[in-house]
């Protein structure tokens, strides 16, 4: 009996007319004229915490306006219906967007006791706050528009308050007072971050960008007649003068040195503030504050 050939195991004998295609067999390099494939991109596992972030890679692109569940998708590689597995509609994707902006704020200490000359100024340190959280909200652009109807309640923001509150109280001032110095004081923070906003959204990204605007202002409050508005008339360069910086220096001054007045006060019962023995000081504002980008002068007050 003749010996059969036995095929190799790449070589199996396939029945007469089921034989692979030549296309599908390996091994064959592509022509030259077509294009190549892009390999496809792995898609990134759905969760809150990456439906947060691309989120907040938009608004930091295209600005607040542009946030919508279906531009995150987008981002993300899927449908807007699977981001409300997370969150119950955009509202409540803004709320926990806020927070996760606000965890980037630095948490005020409260000043140890007997500390060196300078390093347990309480004053110092809520400013110092002041200005992170004011670098922090402008490097989002205009995400901070969120913040002006709700109170924060997020677990980054109860730290911050819980933070604050604590430096407050620990300088001596009364609740009533601590409560609404930190409030007052976030209304300045947000308003001078949102008119830092408007001014970007208008091409004035720039103490320089804000120059000509200005510029506009000054010349008209100088030529209203003199007769009917003699103070803005001579008081057109101070009304326009100074920058972003600045004012904001200037209005942080005013709030902290105000809470100043009241520590070691006690809370009345009534409807007033407190009843404080006055503590005049004379406070500074931080030595050497850094220029942030979008900030500029608001040329007459929020």
């Not at 070589?11 to 034989?19: I, R, W």
């Not at 190549?36 to 930091?60: C, F």
């Not at 409560?179 to 990204?205: F, N, T, Y």
Request: net charge negative.
């Amino acid at each position: 009996m003749p010996a059969r050939a036995v095929p190799e195991p790449n070589q199996a004998s396939v029945p007469p007319g089921q034989e692979k295609p030549e296309k599908e067999k390996p091994g064959l390099p592509e022509p030259p004229w077509r294009s190549r494939r892009k390999a496809p991109v792995a898609r990134q596992p759905l969760s809150a915490e990456a439906v947060i972030e691309a989120a907040l890679r938009l608004v930091d692109r295209d600005g607040l306006d542009a946030l919508s569940m279906r531009r995150v998708a987008q981002e993300l590689g899927t449908g807007a219906a699977s981001l409300y597995a997370y969150f119950a509609n955009k509202d409540e994707l803004l709320e926990q967007l806020l927070d996760r902006v606000m965890g980037e704020i630095p948490l005020p200490v409260t000043p140890a006791s007997g500390s060196p000359a300078g390093t347990g100024d309480w004053t110092a340190v809520v400013k110092r706050s002041c200005w992170d959280s004011r670098a922090v909200f402008l490097a989002h652009r205009d995400l901070v528009k969120v913040a002006r109807a709700n109170i924060p309640v997020g677990p980054n923001a109860l730290r911050y308050t819980e933070a604050m509150l604590a430096v407050l109280r620990g300088a001596g001032i009364p609740d009533r007072i601590a409560a609404w110095g930190m409030d007052q004081m976030s209304l300045v923070i947000v308003a001078d971050a949102v008119e830092s906003a408007i001014h970007a959204s208008h091409g004035r990204h720039t103490e320089a960008d804000a120059g000509p605007y200005l510029a506009q202002v000054r010349d008209y409050f100088g030529s209203l007649p003199a007769d009917r508005f003699p103070n803005l008339v001579a008081m057109a360069g101070a009304m326009t003068e100074g920058s972003g910086d600045e004012r904001f220096a200037f209005a942080i001054d005013l709030m902290v040195d105000g809470l100043a007045r009241y520590a070691g006060a006690t809370d009345t019962t009534s409807g007033g503030a407190a009843e404080a023995t006055p503590a005049p000081t004379v406070l500074e504002s931080p030595g050497v504050v850094p220029a942030v980008a979008g900030s500029v002068a608001d040329g007459g007050g929020v």
